[in-house]
């Protein structure tokens, strides 16, 4: 009996050593030394835009205040999403960053899930200096929590070469609709033999560029309910769509080094993309010279359609973590306040912010001479300035993924593309709460 | 305390300790998971909704999508996949075959590598310029490459294909050393009365291999049905919906979009429910009173 009480007791120390060791060890990430060093930590995706320009950033910080270390951790995309769901709904905050960044389709999914992971940052910048479309998705409940970066303005990419070909120039395309913009890739098609686009059938990226443009979304203004149905914008996009695959001017890739592939063997002429495309353009250095920006195509029939969208911008968020008021900080004094800064993110990184005063400086009045002189971060800049403001809400992809994409091959396959759009209503009506 | 009293509890004592952990480990969990799939709400703001998760399950087209799909992998993929396993270690079992050893190694060596390895490999060897498609056009099987991966029905195919690659030698492990236990002058008898080969395996091989196969099915049965890092790595669940599975949908609910774990847990219920049914019609089937 002695022994198995003694067993007993052994088993219950083990246990009880086991747990506590796991609670001892929810130290955190951010610690301050005995001289008064803090370190934090920041994750990102993207090496060539957003580390890069993070780069910057901890440069410029050094001379506010030397004794802040800060360390970047490069993840994908897709891992810091699901490292940030399954952190912050297990509740403990060890292994968190301090700083992250956001897609700005993803930021109210993670700002209303987790209300109190996020740490406001309204007192450490002034939200009238960024551009107005990026304050929507960065707050909720009045209050900011994201410090808006990239901007995501889009823009026509065209090979100029190319277009010469079948008899065009940049300067006919500078007010286009989705229609003209068709006939011009059939022109040069005929003309040059090469695709016009470059299309991947599971990413709906395009519709989401043409329906900004009109200030729609997939979700109605609260952000919950979902737009399908009777949006006259939506169907629009998703005729326009049907058009471009239609015209047979679009050849389809499946991953992203297709699609860049696509475009620097020189079989594709023409992309509509983020701003953040043009460092992979500008990898075929044998190009230089041959590229225009031109704006964005409006959508033919609605008249709210301007030539300013976005695709995939994103924000950096502060964690509600011990070492908050140095990230914030951090955040503050550079993406927030920096316009020299900026100049250098334009002109090392390309990456054009949403930080309005940043576009007086010289690094966006210069000329890009891969672009053919062309002012590129003005006119960026110019756009972002333009961008409609709409309420990306808390399901995009879950709408995109798990509906559009299967409707979209069902319209283009001959489905009447009203009965698309409601059949789309009634499986996100069911699907999303 | 008597003899017996004492006896006990020392018995009980040496597996206390299992017990605890499993309790701690499977059984609340499990627990948790039960509550939590009768509520729902976006991240940690989670309400109770009592049954409506599990109503929501019958009107929500994407789990019923990849509930048809995970049903259609089963179907097709576990009978090949045991037929084939019977068949390779019935001939791996000939007494007067060379180099066994090196035949049974390269059969189940698939099932030593590594899910997602495996996976990507599978990814490449059937991209639209893949390896199986050049292989094709160059033997002019085919005139234009086969979208193994973009068109719906192929892309089942290639996922049938790789589970198929990956799990058969596990499989003809299990029969291999179930066909070693059976007692070869069966067979002689057989032989003395004049039953052919095809006769033997079919009285003789597959009633005793019963067992096995009972046990392989299950375990296939239940693997299917949480099939996971295949689809997701070959496929990312597309075109469309149409190699989505229900594992991969708990993944999708749970940490692709906003979070809703008390809806991803009643789909895990779901699964367990499933597995469940159809153990049990499995035993039943087989005809087994164990």
């Given amino acids: 009996m002695k022994k198995m009480l003694a067993l007993l007791l052994a088993s219950m120390v083990l246990l009880s050593a086991c747990s506590s060791a796991a609670t001892n060890k929810t130290g955190n990430e951010s610690e301050t030394n005995g001289d008064g060093k803090e370190k934090i930590t920041i994750w990102a995706w993207d090496p060539k835009f957003n580390i890069a320009a993070l780069n910057i950033a901890k440069d410029a910080y050094k001379a506010e205040n030397p004794n802040l270390t800060v360390d970047i951790i490069e993840n994908a995309q897709n891992d810091i999403v699901q490292k940030l769901n399954t952190g912050m709904s297990s509740g403990t905050t060890k292994g968190l960053p301090n700083i992250v960044l956001i897609e700005d389709y993803r930021a109210q999914s993670f700002l209303q899930a987790y209300p109190d992971s996020f740490f406001p940052v309204t007192d450490y910048i002034q939200t009238s200096e960024f551009a107005d479309y990026k304050l929507g998705p960065t707050s909720f409940e009045g209050k900011n929590y994201g410090v808006p970066f990239d901007s995501g303005v889009t823009g026509l990419y065209v090979r100029t070469d190319y277009l010469e070909q079948a008899g065009y120039t940049p300067a006919d395309m500078q007010d286009i609709n989705w229609d003209q913009f068709i006939e011009i890739g059939k022109k040069v098609k005929e003309a040059t033999g090469k695709d016009w686009l470059t299309m991947d059938p599971t990413d709906l990226g395009i519709l989401r560029i043409m329906i900004q443009s009109a200030g729609s979304w997939y979700l109605k203004e609260d952000g919950r309910t979902a737009n399908l149905q009777d949006n006259p914008v939506l169907k629009e996009a998703f005729e326009t769509y049907k058009k471009i695959v239609d015209a047979n001017i679009a050849r389809t890739h499946s991953d992203w080094s297709q699609m860049v592939a696509n475009f620097n063997n020189g079989s594709t002429a023409a992309v509509v993309s983020g701003n953040w495309f043009t460092p992979s353009i500008m990898a075929a250095t044998d190009q230089a010279g041959k590229w225009a920006i031109v704006p964005l195509p409006k959508l033919t029939n609605n008249a709210n359609s301007i030539h300013a969208s976005s695709l995939g911008g994103s924000s950096w968020y502060v964690l509600n973590v011990p070492g908050k008021e140095a990230a914030a900080e951090f955040l503050g004094k550079t993406f927030g306040a920096n316009a020299d800064m900026y100049q250098k993110l334009v002109a090392d990184v390309g990456a054009i912010g949403s930080f309005k005063p940043a576009a007086e400086g010289e690094g966006y009045k210069a000329p890009n001479e891969f672009f053919g002189g062309q002012h590129i971060v003005s006119d960026f800049a110019k756009w972002t300035a333009e961008i409609p403001k709409v309420n990306y809400g808390l399901h995009t992809y879950a709408i995109e993924d798990t509906i559009l994409v299967v409707e979209m091959q069902n319209y283009l396959n001959g489905k009447n593309i009203d009965q698309v759009l409601s059949d789309a209503q009634k499986q996100a009506d069911a699907q999303i709460k | ?290």
Avoid: H
């Fill in chain 2, 1 to 290: 305390m008597n003899l017996r009293a004492r006896n006990n509890l020392i018995g009980w004592s040496f597996i206390v300790i299992a017990v605890i952990m499993i309790c701690l480990f499977y059984f609340y969990p499990m627990i948790q998971a039960l509550i939590l799939s009768f509520q729902s709400g976006t991240g940690t703001n989670l309400t109770f909704v009592g049954f409506g998760n599990y109503q929501r399950l019958f009107s929500d087209t994407t789990f019923l999508t990849t509930l048809g799909n995970t049903f259609l992998f089963l179907i097709i993929q576990v009978p090949i996949m045991i037929l084939l396993a019977i068949f390779i270690s019935v001939l791996l079992n000939d007494k007067n075959l060379k180099l066994k050893g090196f035949f049974r190694t390269a059969i189940f060596l698939p099932a030593v590598t590594s899910l997602v390895a495996y996976s990507v490999i599978f990814k490449y060897l059937f991209g639209p310029e893949g390896l199986v498609n050049l292989f094709l056009l160059k033997l002019n099987f085919i005139s234009d490459p086969i979208q193994w991966l973009s068109d719906p029905l192929w892309a089942k195919v290639t996922i049938i294909i790789a589970i198929t690659w990956r799990w058969t030698g596990y499989n003809m492990i299990f029969y291999l050393s179930a066909l070693q236990n059976i007692d070869n002058s069966i067979y002689e008898a057989a032989r003395i009365d004049g039953a052919s080969s095809f006769r033997q395996f079919t009285n003789i091989t597959i009633p005793l291999l019963k067992p096995i196969i009972l046990f392989t099915s299950i375990t296939s049965t239940i693997g299917t049905l949480q099939l996971f890092d295949e689809v997701m790595n070959i496929t990312k669940g597309g075109p469309g919906n149409s190699t989505m599975t229900m594992s991969q949908y708990i993944y999708n609910l749970s940490f692709r979009y906003t979070p809703d774990f008390g809806y991803a847990a009643t789909v895990s219920y779901a699964i367990v429910i499933l597995i469940v049914i159809f153990s049990v019609l499995q035993f039943k089937l087989a005809g087994d009173k164990k």
